[in-house]
């Protein structure tokens, strides 16, 4: 029992990979689809490890989490994706081979920093701080490695999927309301980010973040 | 006695069979009905009654090839745990050796290939020296993943209970069973790495390499490429499957099972998937490289108990 | 029995059902009567909680989640006062010309506007770290669309950047609360209270320094870039320039002091947990000096009004930084130049605003001849950019002042050369901008509008306070801003 929350992390850090690697657009949308789903699924495994918390909030946490990270973000994404007439490729600044490569470089980098913290371990597993290091590094390199806006929004949801992450490793601490207030900023960020890069595409027909570039000095 | 008489059997008799059921797999997904499960031991036997016939262009190395890669597999089947965690020969870094006994198999298979002078075995021979140079590390990190948590470097104690070590090694297990099917994948050139059925140069790598031999020496071919799947899946068979270290009756029978399944699993995958751009294939032998790593550094930060 | 805890809620109640009821209101004129009400409404409300928590202590409400000190109080009153004047203004400015508001977009305003008083104020008022951080998120998700009020590339391109950049900031703050957080486990047994910002007060020496002070690290950077603190300012040029002027004043006024409030909050905390060696005052300092030090240096070569405003945004909040970063009396000083550079910015933005709908246009090579064109407008611009800049006798003179003092008594070197060199440039920079724009000749005759009472209220209340206050500190003033400081100091 006590290894399955561990497989889920290491899920989500192949899927931080693959996100890096992709060239393909509904690709990243999908892996961190997974990601959520995969994410949804850590209270629940942490609940049958240790019966601490109340299992109604967990479910709700694990469905709302779900539903959110899993069905209903991806779902705006593609929306998004097919109104703004774009080309479905990721076009990044740094080569995807170099992005692999730099991913990996942070993975390691963020295995060091949870040795360096050494935080008060909650439970059996160990691998919350460092997937949640990972995952917040690598959605950065999304974030400022790419130049379409769609994939400035992937770099942003993992970023959160990293604190949510290290959230749950502290799951005694965080009350529930917060938990849920992280879930509902992810929703609404999203959103109006959605919203904003649909009027980008209608001013100005493409999605090129690097071409904003009006307002200099 | 008797635990050498299973091994020598399953190495020497199953091989073929896990041709077929890869065979049937495909063809069932087709909608045909397929060759019966035993027809790569009618075609052995049919290979081994013809006439052979060597260019003048070749040394005795084309004549070799096949021999040594047959050698090479069988020498390395003698290590690996079939259905038993010790095999008839076994010593502390055995695990290295398997792995340096098919890459000679693989040298010489590519030498015979140069050594016919044509170019179309050369582009063979070229490829599956890049694709062999990136399966090797995912191969090694795989099995690192097995051996480090046991401690050992021998097939003996490090594929003795898995089960026992998935305590510690438990979320990098799956990863090193993925990247190990992986390398299977590109070790026997199976789609999605290589078509094994095709005929067309530019999706040959394994096939084009092997064009020129004909008669016995194709059917060493064929058989020497079936042990190397064969040890490629009892090695994936040990690491997943719950086969007591002692083997015995049951120990053979849930590896067969195993086996077995593993040959489906092969199938489906190949008819499933469609063969990857040649310039694909790189990225998934490093991708797979890196999922071992990632499992290997899981094992690490935990620390090994 | 009417409790001063109770204006806690009412003070978060009455933005938020002011901006539902904006959604249901049905003609521009009406939205605009009932932002002015609701807005003066909360601040009466603000003003009197303030009055109570400064008179006898601070107020708590709803188990100890939202709590008012000194510190909460006095940047309530900001907020208050900021607001108020901005909503006046908003009223005159925009029923002017390309700026006029039709139905839709009034409606979607004062939502909006209400949400942003309202989330602004739960971030004041919250004890409870979580719901301080949604506050803050909420910030930048209610004011990215009224950045964009009047759809144009430029303004886009400036929402998308402070979306994005904003975005991930808060991302960065929540991980360093959650470290924060998590560096509490073992002084705090029970595990919801390690979120309430008057636990950690009370237990900070018994808080594990690692995470704590990576976490104060990744919060530094997270809010930090909410602040506007090089070198996570990029944003704000762009938002505040292409903002219409009433939402770059409460964004330049109130938006980058509560950030900075967030980071306040945890300075005692991260001061008691490491020893009082000044670890945290350091970093903000290094990061008030260089946020001068970056703004200056934009400041030299600007041509926009809108853009230099909001570069001497950020040199201002790096002054602000400089002053906490020293303590003692340069958290006085700090807290003091919070209400000063608010006050004059805000006059500012007004101004420039103004200028901008008449004379058609931002640049500073066109907007020449202010004083005779525009006179309010102009001897307000004239007035607020030397008040920015420090010209005595402003309130911005006197608390600068007392930063200097306070980097001289530190016999912080880095620090003051810093402060000087900085303020030094952005004098020379803003000052012949100043004088070009106020004198010269105007490009047409006969642009000077009709000024309504209100109006020449709104420019001039500010600049006298601020004359006031560079020549005399009133004694309640001095008390408030000394207990405000006194929550700083990390002695107990």
Redesign the interface.
Known sequence: MTGYADLLLLAVLVLDLYVVYTSRLAGCVRASALQGAALALLPVVHYLESPSADLVHVLVMAASALALKAIVIPHLLMRALRDANVRRDVEPFVSLHLSVLLAGVLIGLSFWLATVLALPASGHTHLFVPTAFATFLIGFLVLVSRRKAITQVIGYLLIENGAYVFGQSLAAQMPFVVELGLLLDLLVGVIVMGIVILQINREFDHMDVDQLNLLKG | MTALMLHLALLLAMPPLLLGIITRTKAWFAGRKGPPLWQPYLDLWKLLHKGAVYSRTTTWIFRAGPIVTLAAVLTAGLLTPLGAAAAPFGFSGDVILFAYLLALGRFFTMAAALDTGSSFEGMGASREAAFSALAEPALFLALAIVCIPAGSVSFAEAWASPWQTWGPAHPALPAAAVTLFAVLLAENSRIPVDDPTTHLELTMIHEVMVLDHGGPDFAFVLYGSAIKLFLFASLLVHMVFPIPPAGGALGATVFVAGAAAVAVLVGIVESVTARIRLLRVPQLLVGASVIAALGLAVILYRGIP | MFQPAMLLIVVLALPAAGAVLCLLLRSTRAVLALLTTGVLAAGLAAAGLAAAVFGSGPLRAIGGWLFVDALSAYHLVLLALVFSLSTVFAGGYFRHGTHALELRTARRFGALWFGSLAAMTLVLVSN?L??M??GI??TT?VT??LI?LH????S??????Y??IC??GI??A??GM??V??S???ALPV??D??LWTRLREVAPRLDS??LK?GFLFLLVGYGTKVGLAPMHTWL??AH??APAPVSAIFSGVMLNTALYCIIRYIPVVEAATGGTGWSLRLLALFGVVSMVVAAA?IL???DAK?MLAYCSVEHLGIIAVGLGLGGLGTFAALFHAANHSLAKTTGFFCAGRLGQIYGTHEMRSLRGTLRAAPLWGVGLLLGLLALIGVVPSGTFASELLTVKAAVDKRSVVVLVGFLVAAGAVFIGMFGHAMAMAWGKPPREGMAEETSFLERAVVMLPLALLAILGLWMPQPLRDILQQAAAVVRPEP
């Open positions: 409870h979580g719901l951080w949604v998120e909420s998700l990215t669309f964009g759809r144009s590339r430029e886009l391109e400036a929402t998308w950047k979306l994005v975005s991930v991302a960065i929540f991980m959650l470290l957080g998590a509490a486990t073992r595990p919801s390690a979120m690692a995470p990576i040029p762009d320039s292409q934009f070569f600007q041509r853009r």
